[in-house]
């Protein structure tokens, strides 16, 4: 069984995003800083985390703010595999170049159980901080890989939020260092 | 000229101590799980990021509450050099074993100038969320030394949290893993 993955280039101070949020800004104010490691100088170790998603993914958990930023720019589902839109609202699912997006209106664990049935022995990439933050809180994520920029961010959305009070014990499985940023892959305890 | 250094082991979702600090919890509750690694299975790497601070401390500049917090337990100022108390409050020096505290009413320029006076040129280390997150808004921090512990606390106090929200750009400039701890050091860009 694949696993469940949280994948996110984030701020030394947490954030994944910069404020405000929206349509022309998928990243929120500043959020862009985030992403520039895989746009310039790309060193081999940050291609290699770049291709790494794409080749283990099976299926995607996606949140209905992230998918609702996220769509236009995609132009497709974000990764060319069933994605799966954690919503409220009951709605048909939307066929897209490579796969379609199915919305999911009961609940992370069902949209968990539909992502497992699509991925096989691939793995779910969970996208978009609130449904990362469900999947901790409920003790459904697996993986945490994170590319930590160096940089304060200040403001924004914090990864790590919301998730209760019950510490999460992690196991740290890998570190690659590059100048634009260091990954981090954590297994999470069970 | 010595650096100012913000020195923490930080939890990964950002906590340098758990909720409810108090005398008889100096790191909140749940919050010793942070100093784990300096006691358990101490790797070369992480004795050597042990010995590092007390080998580059000329000065010590501290919160008034983590001074509150902390005196007793040390018994002496936390490390054998002169170290300066941030807070609003008028008091005379008070003599400990190795060094003395100076209580500094006039601010965090006013307390890092006294401290750089001090240590001529070795470091001065900055204790305390509070205090660290004035150096860094102000623009005063030169380094921030990190040690990453693999939990999620899900609550307590922040290290980076009210910092403004202008971006603070940072260079990686070491990065050494362990199982206990991932120790991560940045200098701040001027």
């Given amino acids: 069984m694949g696993k469940s993955v949280l ?26 800083r985030l992403h520039q490691w895989m746009f310039e100088n790309v060193s081999p170790a940050n291609a290699q985390m770049l291709r790494e998603p794409a080749e283990r993914v099976g299926a995607v958990i996606v949140g209905r703010r992230t998918f609702d930023v996220g769509v236009d720019l995609w132009g497709d589902t974000p990764y060319p595999v069933p994605s799966f839109v954690v919503t409220h609202e009951k709605r048909d699912p939307q066929p897209m170049k490579s796969a379609r997006f199915v919305f999911v209106d009961d609940g992370i664990e069902s949209a968990l159980a539909q992502a497992r049935a699509a991925a096989g022995d691939k793995d779910i990439i969970v996208m978009g901080a609130n449904t990362a933050q469900q999947m901790l809180k ?18 924004g959305s914090r ?31 069970k």
Avoid at 9 to 20: H, T
Avoid at 138 to 155: F, K
Avoid at 163 to 177: D, F, H, M, S, Y
């Fill in 138 to 155: 409920a003790g459904l994520a697996d993986e945490i890989v994170l590319q930590i920029v160096p940089v304060l961010l200040g403001a």
């Fill in 7 to 32: 994948f996110f280039s984030m701020s030394l101070d947490g954030f994944i995003a910069g404020p405000q949020v929206d349509v022309k800004n998928p990243l929120g104010k500043g959020g862009e």
């Fill in 159 to 189: 990864l790590f939020d919301y998730i209760g009070n019950q510490p999460i014990e992690l196991k740290t499985t890998r570190v690659l260092e590059s100048a634009a940023v260091t990954h981090m892959t954590f297994e999470i305890a």
